[in-house]
């Protein structure tokens, strides 16, 4: 019973992410700035399961001063943020340390200061 709630769950994240993927392309926005955010999804997944929700906060307040004012772009992050968070419960895997995560935040972080530049988000 509950396998099959995380397999419907799946499927509907993945269609969600399908057709946000098919909205976001329409304005033109490019693959690699797409990968970031999902990035900083698949991090704030972990962060939420592992318990670490500064960095949660860390993460929104980068998208927040970075982003484009587009819906799209904040559905895409919470869309993965929970397929991340559901298929760390499938894999029963172990948290990270909060300074790897940490580490990887920052990277990631960097990555869409190199992708949006603070006058792109305005």
């Given at each position: 019973m509950m396998e099959s709630?995380?397999?419907?769950?799946?499927?509907?994240?993945?269609?969600?992410?399908l057709f946000l993927q098919g909205m976001l392309q329409a304005h033109a926005i490019s693959d690699a700035k797409l990968e970031v955010i999902r990035e900083l999804g698949r991090l704030n997944g972990i962060a939420l399961q592992c318990g670490y929700l500064e960095q949660t906060q860390r993460m929104k307040r980068a998208l927040v001063l970075r982003l484009p004012k587009l819906r799209q772009l904040g559905e895409l992050f919470d869309v993965t943020a929970n397929k991340s968070f559901m298929e760390l419960i499938e894999r029963g895997e172990s948290c990270p340390s909060a300074g790897t995560l940490a580490d990887q935040v920052g990277s990631a972080i960097d990555s869409l200061e190199r992708e949006y530049p603070s006058s792109e988000s305005r």
């Open positions: 709630l995380f397999m419907k769950l799946r499927k509907s994240l993945l269609f969600g992410a």
